[in-house]
């Protein structure tokens, strides 16, 4: 059974920085495309970076430059680095497979960027 455990957020003040992590099993993360995804109030969920089975790297354009998504496979983790944190990157961030996301998100962890 696959299982990803999402941990790392908080309440932030803009231009602050948070690191997420995305613990998995049931699942080798240096074998799948991982992405991680946010969804804001009101907003539909949106994907934000992604890290392929060879290390390739995407992002969102509005995250471009201050998120960096890596992995740890001995800790068979994914990463989320955030800085230059904005109040419009305030969402739940998800980690989920880049390719057939599991129908389960689970709960996430909430982000909030705020004075």
């Known amino acids: 059974q696959v299982q990803l455990v999402e941990s790392g957020g908080g309440l932030v003040q803009p231009g602050g920085s948070l690191r997420l992590s995305c613990a998995a099993s049931?699942?080798?993360?240096?074998?799948?495309?991982m992405g991680w995804y946010r969804q804001a109030p009101g907003k539909q969920r949106e994907l934000v970076a992604t890290?392929?089975?060879?290390?390739?790297?995407n992002y969102a354009d509005s995250v471009k430059g201050r998120f960096t998504i890596y992995r740890d496979n001995a800790k068979n983790t994914v990463y989320l680095q955030m800085n230059s944190l904005r109040p419009e990157d305030t969402a739940v961030y998800y980690c989920?497979?880049?390719?057939?996301?599991?129908?389960?998100w689970g709960k996430g962890t909430l982000v909030t960027v705020s004075v």
């Open positions: 989920n497979k880049r390719w057939s996301p599991m129908d389960d």
């Open positions: 890290i392929n089975s060879g290390g390739s790297t």
């Open positions: 049931g699942i080798i993360v240096s074998l799948t495309a």
